[in-house]
């Protein structure tokens, strides 16, 4: 802003530079005053060129960070400001008595900017000492919960165990029990 503010005031000069050699050339043509007034225009080409080639029109374009905060950058005043760039000032925090300059650095960092408001808003530090509260009392339900179901599982298990054993003892009854129809149908066979 004060970049702009002195390019104004150079601009105000060199208009005032300009109407005083235009009443100059008015009021005399001789060679002397000629070579006054060639003298004041290559001044004013200089300033022009220093003012508008060297210093040129400047503008601030924040970066938003994430998840909070914000980087300051200096342009040029053509720069596009695109995406994670916006032109919005952060908000501006006052300094607290008692706080130090850290301190202070890291709360004007706590905001953020919402895109879809383009605006800065400040990360509210919220309290989780009741969210806390409800975790451990869901924690110690959860660990009843898990008690039960590993007992349960337990006990699923030794009846799986016990079925395989069963089903392995009817296999082999099985077994043995047609081991046993086939020698009686030999019997039988052979009898006749």
């Keep these: 802003m004060d970049q702009k ?7 105000v000069k060199l208009t005032v530079i300009c109407i005083a050699i235009q009443t100059t050339v008015i009021l005399s043509k001789s060679g002397r005053v000629l070579r006054k007034i060639n003298g004041l225009l290559e001044q004013l080409v200089g300033l022009l060129k220093i003012e508008f080639n060297g210093g040129r029109m400047m503008k601030t374009i ?21 995406l994670p ?31 879809t408001e383009n605006k800065w808003e400040e990360a ?17 339900g959860l660990q009843v919960d898990n008690t039960a179901l590993k007992k349960s599982n337990e006990e699923l298990t030794e009846k799986a165990d016990s079925m395989a054993q069963l089903n392995a003892k009817l296999m082999l009854n099985d077994l043995t029990i047609n081991k046993k129809i ?11």
């Design 85 to 115: 760039f916006v032109e919005v000032p952060p908000i501006l925090f006052e300094k607290k008595e008692d706080e130090t300059d850290e301190a202070f650095g890291r709360r004007q960092q706590s905001q953020f900017f919402n895109f």
């Design 182 to 192: 086939e020698v009686i149908e030999k019997q039988i066979g052979g009898a006749s």
């Design 62 to 82: 924040y970066k938003a960070l994430y998840p909070i905060g914000y980087e300051e950058h200096e342009v040029e005043d053509n720069f596009p400001t695109a």
């Design 124 to 140: 509210v530090t919220q309290d989780y000492s009741k969210k806390l509260e409800l975790l451990q009392n869901l924690s110690i």
């Design 5 to 11: 503010i002195r390019l104004e005031f150079q601009l």
